[in-house]
């Protein structure tokens, strides 16, 4: 059986499952219900020196898998946050406290939290403090300065020079959480089209499952340009999504709008999905597939020129479903195979995506 223990900035994880600073930790009952729930580890909602006024309401699904929100940090005044969350530290796991935003306001709080709760780490956010490299170093350097417990800085999507940034707030923090939610977003029902949130005009952050390919994609450049842990964040629902974070460079992941919309179990559902599929692939914990998506880039066959789609006969089975894709007309049935014109084919291999049988290849 696989050991899917994990062990960040000296935190040690029984499982490298985590929930995402939001709704769904809104509360200490809540974070217990996530302990409960199978979570290795606790992070909190984000809180400020302010206490959050949301309109409501504030989340509402789009898509299938994904939502809409227009909620900011707690609610709840930092100092009863703070004093709710000593019953969370002595529920047996790791509790980390997400806390925001500006460099006086995070070394205040971080300062505040390490007195009253000692917590395992501190995890700051990024989300509403400007797009610049060096106002976000400041955050970083206040807060260091000011505990002594490991930090972790959490990415927004919509930072630019994400590779310039880790590089110089990793003399600062432990670890990276990526990311955050995307946005501002907007949508509605044409049925009936009025604001779907209690925002300006309806407005909101996306989360959910339309993120994990731009959280995927942050997660491999942060690992790729520094050495500290990266925590991915961003449309996990099961376990593949966290291997396929894990494979990018991650050391665990977190989860938000799952939770919302299938409740606590979702932590332990997708910790043993995880150690079901490395028992599946005889691996023995995570750290022989963290970062295998870098070695499989570096192994990739560059193509020198326009590559054509090729098919072996042996495995195509005539479905059809190559051919039916094809909007460039360069895939036909030669007798009950898929064949290729060769003049027709622009390389884009989008009609691989169709075949469930190995049988196309780009040569």
Same mark, same amino acid.
Not at 41 to 63: E, F, L, N
Not at 67 to 78: F, H, R, V
Not at 127 to 135: A, I, L, S, T, W
Not at 202 to 207: C, E, H, L, V
């Given at each position: ?24 930790? /809104? ?37 299938? /898998? ?20 000593? $019953? ?6 790791? +509790? ?8 006086? &306001?995070?070394?205040? +709080? ?10 395992? $780490?501190?995890?700051?956010?990024? %989300? ?91 997660? %491999?450049? *942060? ?18 999504? $966290? ?20 409740? %606590? ?12 599929? +490395? ?20 192994? /990739? ?9 090729? *098919?072996? &006969? ?6 059809? +479903?190559?051919?039916? /894709?094809? *909007? ?36």
């Amino acid at each position: 059986m696989a050991d899917i223990g994990v062990s960040i900035s000296g935190v040690n994880l029984k499982n490298p499952v985590l929930p995402a600073a939001g709704p769904n930790v /809104r509360t200490a009952k809540l974070m217990l219900e996530a302990v409960k729930g199978g979570a290795g580890g606790i992070v909190t909602k984000t809180i400020s020196v302010v206490p959050a006024d949301d309109p409501r309401p504030t989340i509402r699904k789009i898509g299938t /898998r994904g939502l809409m929100n227009c909620e900011t940090w707690s609610e709840i005044p930092a100092e009863k946050f703070i004093e709710d969350c000593k $019953a969370v530290k002595e529920a047996g796991v790791p +509790l980390i406290v997400s806390i925001g935003y500006k460099p006086d &306001e995070v070394a205040r +709080l971080g300062k505040l939290v390490e007195e009253e709760i000692s917590p395992d $780490a501190i995890e700051f956010s990024t %989300h509403y403090v400007g797009r610049e490299v060096e106002p976000l170093v400041d955050i970083a350097r206040s807060l260091r300065n000011a505990v002594s417990v490991p930090i972790w800085m959490k990415i927004s999507p919509n930072f630019l020079n994400i590779e310039e940034l880790v590089a110089a707030a990793s003399k600062y923090v432990d670890g990276f959480v990526a990311i955050n939610s995307y946005g501002p977003v907007l949508d509605f029902d044409p049925e009936n089209p009025v604001p779907l949130l209690g925002s300006d005009y309806g407005q909101g952050w996306m989360s959910g499952a339309p993120i994990l390919p731009i959280a995927l994609r942050i997660v %491999h450049q *942060i690992s790729s340009v520094q050495e500290k842990p990266v925590i991915g964040v961003g449309g996990i629902y099961s376990g593949v999504d $966290a291997i396929k974070f894990i494979m990018a460079g991650a050391s665990a992941v977190q989860v938000c709008s799952a939770a919302i919309q299938y409740g %606590h179990s979702i932590y332990g559902k997708i910790a043993a999905e995880i150690e079901k599929w +490395l028992d599946e692939h005889n691996l023995k914990s995570i750290d022989e597939i963290r970062g295998l998506y870098r070695k499989k880039l570096a192994e /990739r066959k560059v193509f020198l020129q326009k590559p054509t789609m090729t *098919i072996d &006969e042996d495995k195509c089975t005539g479905c059809k +479903l190559c051919v039916s /894709r094809c *909007i460039q007309g360069a895939l036909y049935m030669k007798g009950d195979k898929a064949a290729v014109i060769s003049e027709n084919c622009i390389g884009c291999g989008f009609c691989q995506d169709f075949c469930k049988f190995d049988a196309m290849k780009l040569a």
